[in-house]
């Protein structure tokens, strides 16, 4: 069993920055691939990246890259979503997830375990 909780999210205005993070309990975090996933009302849960176990490979949606970062640390059982340059395109509510196979993938189906999400709000 997996429990992960998300935090940091907040109100923010057009181009500031902001951080999540996520913790995650149990011994294997080290073992699992992580994503950060979002979702604005009424739309469907989106892809914002994932980091592999070794923080050794990431990989972003084409929406976020260039102005989001993943990064994680096994020692600690977190992952923090780094976010740049917000704009109101990117108020929704992020969640961690993580992917015990772990395959890689960029599909919210194949992640394991979610967190509770935490809102994000870009005002204009």
């Known amino acids: 069993q997996v429990q992960l909780v998300e935090s940091g999210g907040r109100l923010v205005q057009t181009g500031d920055s902001l951080r999540l993070s996520c913790a995650a309990s149990?011994?294997?975090?080290?073992?699992?691939?992580m994503g950060w996933f979002r979702q604005a009302p009424g739309k469907e849960r989106e892809f914002v990246g994932s980091?592999?176990?070794?923080?050794?490979?990431?990989i972003y949606a084409d929406s976020v890259k260039g102005r989001f970062t993943i990064s994680r640390d096994n020692v600690k059982n977190t992952v923090d979503l780094s976010m740049n340059s917000l704009e109101p395109e990117d108020t929704a509510v992020y969640y961690c997830?993580?992917?015990?196979?772990?395959?890689?993938?960029?599909?919210?189906?194949?992640?394991?375990?979610w967190g509770q999400g935490t809102q994000v709000t870009v005002s204009s």
């Open positions: 997830a993580a992917d015990l196979v772990p395959s890689w993938t960029t599909n919210h189906h194949d992640y394991d375990y």
């Open positions: 149990g011994d294997t975090f080290s073992m699992y691939n």
């Open positions: 980091i592999d176990w070794s923080a050794s490979r990431t």
